[in-house]
């Protein structure tokens, strides 16, 4: 069954949308957004760095900004360049790090910037997708890190630490930051004006798209802005209830190669 809308830009999230439980593309896939690229811009939108992104990126051959960080971060792929950016404030930061401290004093603080972490430890217990193939560029006291703003400020523990500190930030700093759980021993947290939507509507605002012309493709709580304000929400089935509460309609799941049946259900003329 195919549907008659009229898309001029798709977003996609990269982790349990795009990517298979394994982190890879499907060959189907690959080539599916490959030929929609040559006439209508793909975002890639997640809340990766563009280090991790990259690859992916090259892999799908696209030439279009790509959307990071849960969007405090809007980059330019081709020549690692700066299109947009909305960090925290450094005093927001510090006292996001004393709260946070003040309730688990061991937990691990992450800081990106741009493109660079900066940390003060490292297990690898909690490492992410990113952490797994990149090693840090600063690893110091938090003195050393802290005295500028945040692209993303993110907080590891154990599950019922990273509870606990979720339950108290949320309510301290819910004028001043976004508070982000996509696993359940990482916080995170990026400005108050960031998020996928803010960042993927200024893209497709300077291409003069309107928003009933976007399709946006996801699986998490971080995506369900992005999918309920776009023309075209799609939900991966791997998604929680809630964010398929959020969708005009629910795919497969991202193992069952979810994207391209969504592709394909909106662009059957050029995917055949």
Not at 140 to 167: G, Q, R, V
Not at 244 to 254: E, F, R
């Amino acid at each position: 069954m195919s549907e008659q809308r009229d898309i001029r830009l798709i977003a996609i999230d990269l982790d349990g949308t795009l990517l298979r439980s394994d982190h890879t593309i499907s060959h189907a896939t690959i080539d599916a957004i490959q030929t929609l690229a040559q006439r209508i811009p793909i975002i890639i939108a997640t809340a990766r760095p563009p280090r991790s992104s990259r690859a992916f990126h090259s892999l799908l051959a696209l030439t279009t900004p790509s959307i990071h960080y849960n969007g405090a971060l809007v980059w330019n792929m081709i020549d690692s360049t700066l299109i947009e950016h909305r960090p925290i404030n450094a005093g927001v930061s510090q006292r996001l790090i004393s709260a946070a401290r003040s309730i688990h004093p061991d937990v691990i603080v992450n800081i990106e910037r741009m493109d660079r972490w900066f940390t003060d430890r490292i297990d690898e217990k909690f490492f992410t997708a990113t952490a797994r193939s990149f090693v840090p560029d600063v690893v110091a006291h938090l003195d050393s890190f802290c005295s500028e703003p945040s692209t993303k400020l993110m907080f590891h523990a154990e599950p019922s630490s990273i509870d606990l500190l979720h339950n108290s930030l949320t309510t301290q700093f819910a004028n001043e930051v976004v508070c982000i759980r996509t696993d359940p021993d990482l916080l995170q947290f990026i400005h108050i004006s960031a998020g996928k939507w803010p960042a993927l509507r200024a893209i497709f605002g300077n291409l003069g798209i309107k928003n009933d012309h976007v399709l946006s493709i996801g699986d998490n709580e971080n995506d369900i802005e992005m999918i309920h304000e776009s023309g075209v929400g799609v939900a991966m089935g791997n998604a929680s209830l809630t964010v398929k509460q959020s969708a005009d309609l629910v795919a497969p799941t991202n193992d069952e190669d979810g994207v391209l049946w969504t592709l394909r259900r909106f662009f059957p003329d050029e995917l055949r």
